[in-house]
């Protein structure tokens, strides 16, 4: 364990479905970060929240919607998603700005839409 | 845009070590190298950074050039769980320009029986 939890490990969902991804970390930190990698791709920065304000938007649809309600959760709301958004969904931590051993990783969300 | 480039993939005997390299030519000087590794389907792990000195942890050494533009990540004695894929990445340790973690393709490194 990484100290980084994300949950579901797993999740299934049909186009028209709305469903939502969480993540907790207890390390103190107070940035989190979520990112998409799909099939044989790099990691993709989707979302950043310092100090539980959005800093950063990569372009993302928005059909995926963030939420940080205290720096120790991250959601991810999705709604109408499509299958081409299948991928593994992970969340990081850090603290800022003195972020020594850089970003730790939760274990993901694989996604599947079907 | 990943800052670095590393080769797209290495094969090791087991026990052997292993050098992965990294080329970071346009390095700042307050930016560190960072290793990260990613097992299959997992999220990455930390393995260790540097600036400018070498560095070792029980995971692996780091070595970097005198003029910063290179630098190696040594596993000394790969295992088969060794295997996965290797980022090097360079950010500033002390980020107050919302410099985020950028991960380029990596290496995959194979750890052969």
């Known amino acids: 364990e990484t100290g980084v939890t994300q949950t579901p490990r797993h999740l299934v969902m049909g186009m028209t479905n709305k469903k939502s991804l969480k993540c907790e970390q207890h390390l103190g930190h107070n940035a989190m970060y979520w990112y998409k990698q799909s099939a044989k791709k790099p990691l993709e920065l989707m979302f950043v929240y310092n100090f539980k304000e959005q800093t950063e938007n990569n372009s993302v649809p928005s059909r995926f919607s963030p939420e940080c309600p205290n720096s120790s959760h991250l959601f991810l709301h999705l709604h109408t998603l499509q299958p081409e958004d299948s991928a593994l969904y992970l969340c990081a931590s850090s603290k800022e700005p003195q972020a020594n051993y850089g970003y730790t990783f939760g274990s993901g969300t694989r996604l599947t839409v079907v | 845009d990943a800052k670095t480039t590393q080769p797209t993939s290495m094969d090791c005997a087991e026990g052997r070590a292993a050098n992965l390299p990294c080329n970071h030519s346009t390095i700042s000087g307050n930016e560190y190298v960072y290793w990260y590794r990613q097992i299959h389907s997992q999220g990455p792990q930390y393995i260790i950074h540097?600036?400018?000195n070498n560095e070792t942890n029980e995971m692996a050494s780091l070595i970097i050039t005198e003029d910063r533009k290179s630098s190696t990540l040594i596993l000394p004695h790969a295992t088969l769980r060794d295997t996965a894929v290797y980022y090097c990445?360079?950010?500033?340790?002390?980020?107050?320009?919302?410099?985020?973690?950028?991960f380029g393709p990596g290496t995959r490194l194979s750890v052969l029986p």
């Open positions: 540097g600036l400018k």
């Open positions: 990445i360079v950010r500033p340790t002390t980020n107050n320009y919302g410099q985020n973690f950028v």
